[in-house]
């Protein structure tokens, strides 16, 4: 039932407000107050979605962000709830719901630099008809920046130094791109500007008076600044000592698995002094190593040796008072290593014609245990043949075989390691 109303000559009325879009079946009914007879008609109410309109506030940008916020309002007394798509131009910037108030808002980074040109559209739902605000045009200027630049007051010539730029933005945004560091027309380098606005350069500066200026080259959405000049005075650098680096070899002709000593000696081509300082092993471009040169002017190295051909370079890295050197290249080729097998044979129990267990030790001349496989004979015979397993020991159990038999162990060899023979064992009961 929707309402009732009072007759009143011969007509009655009703209000309804709250009917949704659509078409609506209504039927009236008559009860005679005397009678009590009834009478009814019925008709179809079309009712159709309400208009609504949508008006975009000012956009205003803070912290780096743009802030959108539109008003939905409705020409009856219903709530015009929805989805409010914002946009600039034909690109939509953002997607929000209506409160129930009416009130919708989108946060989007800032605009870039130039003229926009902003709406809002309300979606509609099936009571309110769609609505688009009226456009708003809004022009984008670059963010002002300024930069400063930081470095030390003085140095020496060859020693490292840092110039240290910052950039700041004068108003919300943030700055990306690059800083040039110039000394008048000559640049003396360039740095990624961070996401904090830094940016720094590591370089050197020659003897004299240095006046550098750091220039931020601006982004899409920043512009560019330049420092004010900063002097660094750099004094003249101390005359390093000449040295000279030459490489030994503990072991002319080794093999696989065998300890290398690499000896250094760096020595001054001028004066008494020892040098002092770091020196760096290679074979060919891997680094080995580094060891320190001791009161001798010596540094030593171990390495332990593996199959083939090695080429080895002693690089003296100097420092402030000796420039550094390098040796010239030793090639040392690695060989297989030996090996010698141990035979051993138990018989369980000490009884003629019954099991015996065969076991052969693997000795390695250098390095791990020596993998592969261990064939036993019994004088030409082949008896078996088993695996050396982790610690470089092969087993076999055989049967029927009598007391009085010369076995021997041959051990196959390896990529590393060369193959190798007992000595014959004679089967004797334990």
Request: hydrophobic residues 40%; contains cysteine.
């Amino acid at each position: 039932m929707v309402g009732g109303g009072a007759l009143i000559d011969g007509k009655a009325s009703l209000s309804i407000d709250n009917l949704s879009a659509g078409v609506h079946h209504i039927r009236t009914e008559y009860t005679s107050a005397l009678s009590l007879e009834t009478s009814q008609a019925s008709s179809d109410l079309t009712v159709l979605p309400a208009s609504a309109t949508i008006e975009l506030d000012p956009a205003t940008t803070t912290a780096g962000v743009l802030l959108l916020f539109a008003k939905v309002r409705s020409s009856t007394n219903g709530k015009p709830l929805g989805i409010v798509n914002f946009y600039d131009g034909s690109t939509l910037l953002g997607t929000s719901s209506v409160d129930t108030d009416g009130t919708v808002a989108i946060l989007t980074p800032a605009l870039r630099q130039g003229t926009h040109t902003l709406k809002a559209v309300f979606s509609g739902n099936p009571n309110f008809l769609t609505a688009t605000s009226a456009e708003q045009r809004i022009t984008v200027g670059l963010v002002q920046t300024a930069t400063t630049l930081t470095a030390p007051v003085t140095a020496t010539a060859g020693q490292t130094i840092v110039l240290a730029a910052k950039i700041t933005a004068l108003s919300p945004g943030f700055p990306i791109g690059s800083v040039t560091f110039m000394e008048g027309n000559t640049v003396v380098g360039t740095a990624r500007v961070d996401g904090r606005g830094d940016a720094r350069l590591s370089t050197t500066l020659t003897a004299g008076i240095h006046v550098i200026r750091a220039v931020y080259s601006g982004c899409s959405t920043c512009d560019g600044s330049t420092s004010t000049a900063v002097s660094v005075t750099v004094a003249g650098s101390v005359v390093q000592v000449a040295t000279t680096a030459t490489l030994s070899l503990s072991v002319a002709s080794p093999v696989h698995g065998q300890s290398q000593i690499l000896r250094a000696k760096v020595t001054a081509t001028a004066g008494q002094a020892v040098p002092t300082g770091v020196v760096n092993f290679y074979d060919g471009t891997k680094l080995l190593g580094s060891a320190t040169v001791d009161s001798t002017g010596n540094a030593l190295l171990t390495t332990i040796m593996t199959l083939g051909r090695h080429t080895y370079q002693a690089v003296f890295v100097g420092n402030s008072a000796f420039a550094g050197s390098s040796s010239l290249w030793l090639a040392s080729t690695a060989n297989l290593s030996a090996t010698t097998v141990d035979l051993s044979a138990i018989i369980h129990p000490p009884v003629a014609g019954l099991a015996v267990k065969l076991s052969a030790k693997v000795h390695p001349q250098f390095g791990a245990s020596p993998i592969g496989s261990v064939t036993f004979k019994d004088g030409n015979t082949v008896v078996g043949t088993a695996l050396v397993n982790g610690n470089g020991i092969a087993t076999l159990e055989i049967g029927s075989l009598y007391i009085g038999h010369s076995i021997t162990a041959i051990y196959s060899g390896s990529s590393t390691f060369k193959g190798s023979s007992s000595l014959p064992s004679r089967i004797a009961a334990v």
